[in-house]
């Protein structure tokens, strides 16, 4: 499997940003793909996932209501779209593919997705 990350980049405070994430190698639409980010000095994160069906998506707190997770099955690609962005949202940015074929869940960890992509930066300036 190989995911690859697209879309990072420098943006203002209050700004939009839009990731995408081209996988190859399984059939994308069984699994659950997600998006987690690491700041510098910290721990890689869960920001969001969604799963096979499209449906109930899953959000951190933290973004919750300024980031929208999404999938295209016909393009095998999952985005990740930004908007009103904070400093705090400062960090590499991983695209990940769930272990398992049609997992569900309200919650999600790192150890639950077996494949990530090369990351990108998003960096918010203040």
């Known amino acids: 499997v190989q995911l690859q990350a697209f879309g990072g980049g420098l943006v203002q405070t209050g700004g939009s940003l839009g990731l995408s994430c081209a996988a190859s190698?399984?059939?994308?639409?069984?699994?659950?793909m997600g998006w987690f980010r690491q700041a510098p000095g910290r721990d890689r994160v869960f920001v969001a996932a969604?799963?096979?069906?499209?449906?109930?998506?899953v959000y951190a707190d933290s973004v919750k209501g300024r980031f929208t997770i999404s999938r295209d099955d016909a393009k095998n690609t999952v985005y990740l779209q930004m908007n009103t962005l904070k400093p705090e949202d400062t960090a590499v940015y991983y695209c990940?593919?769930?272990?398992?074929?049609?997992?569900?869940?309200?919650?999600?960890?790192?150890?639950?997705?077996?494949?990530w992509g090369q990351g990108t930066q998003v960096t918010v300036s203040s």
């Open positions: 190698g399984r059939t994308f639409s069984t699994y659950t």
């Open positions: 969604v799963s096979a069906s499209g449906v109930n998506p």
């Open positions: 990940a593919q769930h272990r398992f074929p049609r997992a569900i869940g309200l919650a999600y960890t790192e150890f639950d997705f077996e494949f």
